[in-house]
């Protein structure tokens, strides 16, 4: 298996449960790797998996306002699983940077990871 990996990829979204992160916001990390199997060397964009299509498909539900991050995970593996037929699994992990929690330093986040 060969593995792409977008990573520290930073989104300014509205995703949240409260109505203050509908309005203002937040800003999210998202960590995304796909797995393929590979047959032969790769030696054309063809036969792998295009990371600047796949940014532009993460960028695309990321601007979707969602309340549970457990949906936009969900969201974009199924996005990726459509994608292209070629990939065999996916791990994604989305933190928030700046959550509405009094006196919280850190993050808080999920990950998700599936076989297709």
Do not use: C, W
């Not at 964009?45 to 695309?60: M, P």
């Not at 699994?89 to 928030?96: G, L, P, T």
């Amino acid at each position: 298996m060969l593995t792409i990996h977008l990573h520290s990829l930073i989104f300014r979204s509205f995703h949240g449960m409260f109505k203050e992160e509908k309005i203002l916001g937040n800003d999210f990390e998202v960590n995304m790797d796909v797995s393929f199997e590979v047959k032969e060397k790769i030696t054309r964009l063809q036969q792998s998996v295009d990371y600047v299509s796949l940014h532009a498909l993460i960028k695309e539900v990321m601007d979707q306002p969602t309340p549970l991050l457990e949906t936009v995970v969900q969201e974009l593996a199924e996005r990726v699983r459509l994608f292209d037929e070629k990939i065999k699994a996916v791990s994604i992990n989305i933190k928030k940077l700046n959550p509405p929690i009094v006196n919280f330093q850190g993050t808080v986040g999920i990950s998700y990871s599936i076989i297709f």
